[in-house]
């Protein structure tokens, strides 16, 4: 038959209640700190001396669904790019980072982050793939006209620009760009020495040795440069035949 209701039972009933609501609570306060623990989960994968891709990515993406805000799915979304850009399946990598872009609530510079590493995957040495200098200029121009990049990022997606022309060994073309990042003034000094330095290097490479060392003895004269480097420069200004 029915069992009769005992004293008592009803505190425990309560207390069973209770228990369930901190338990609950407890499962949502986990859910908080796991996607940092599942993107680190991913990350350690990612470092290992033979790293697993497949296992990383399943981390990462278990970090991406319990992700809270927009930053954090951007986040996520950038570590999977990742496992596929060192597996060398680009389209998946670079769609992956299209969705950063796409992303509300990214920041600036994860977006400007996402759309450097589109045009650098076009360049083929970084990832090893089959080169497409046209697609890394295209995809490097857009850079320049994304909200929020600043003189250094214009600067570093000029300098990509250049560098597939001089790839390509349109020399006139990289030098042009080249020219574009000395003539900025607010930018790290370092790049625009370093600009410098490529057109000489651009005239040595058709031969023009005259034209090499005449713009290498620029940056002789370049306060942003260092000892160090102008001594670097000296020795390639008397080596410039060999």
């Known amino acids: 038959g029915e069992k009769p209701i005992r004293k008592g039972d009803d505190g425990m009933n309560k207390m069973a209640l209770v228990v369930g609501a901190v338990l609950c609570l407890g499962i949502v306060a986990e859910a908080q700190v796991s996607f940092k623990e599942a993107l680190n989960a991913g990350t350690q994968k990612m470092k290992a001396r033979e790293p697993d891709f497949a296992a990383a990515r399943a981390d990462f993406t278990k970090a991406l669904e319990l992700a809270k805000d927009d930053i954090e799915k951007a986040q996520a979304t950038a570590s999977i790019a990742d496992t596929y850009y060192r597996s060398r399946e680009y389209e998946k990598a670079r769609a992956e980072d299209a969705k950063i872009l796409d992303i509300k609530g990214s920041t600036v510079r994860q977006k400007i982050d996402a759309q450097f590493r589109i045009a650098e995957s076009f360049m083929g040495y970084r990832f090893q793939e089959k080169p497409d200098y046209a697609k890394a200029r295209e ?97 390639r200004i008397r080596t410039v035949y060999w």
């Open 139 to 235: 995809e490097y121009a857009k850079v320049l006209n994304m909200q929020g990049a600043t003189s250094d990022d214009k600067a570093k997606a000029i300098f990509g620009i250049g560098d597939s022309f001089a790839t390509e060994r349109k020399y006139a073309e990289a030098r042009s760009q080249y020219a574009k990042i000395v003539e900025m003034k607010d930018v790290k000094p370092d790049i625009r020495v370093e600009a410098q330095y490529n057109i000489g290097a651009n005239y040595r490479a058709e031969g023009n040795f005259d034209m090499a060392k005449a713009e290498w003895a620029k940056i002789l004269k370049m306060d942003e440069a260092t000892a160090e480097y102008k001594e670097k420069v000296e020795q």
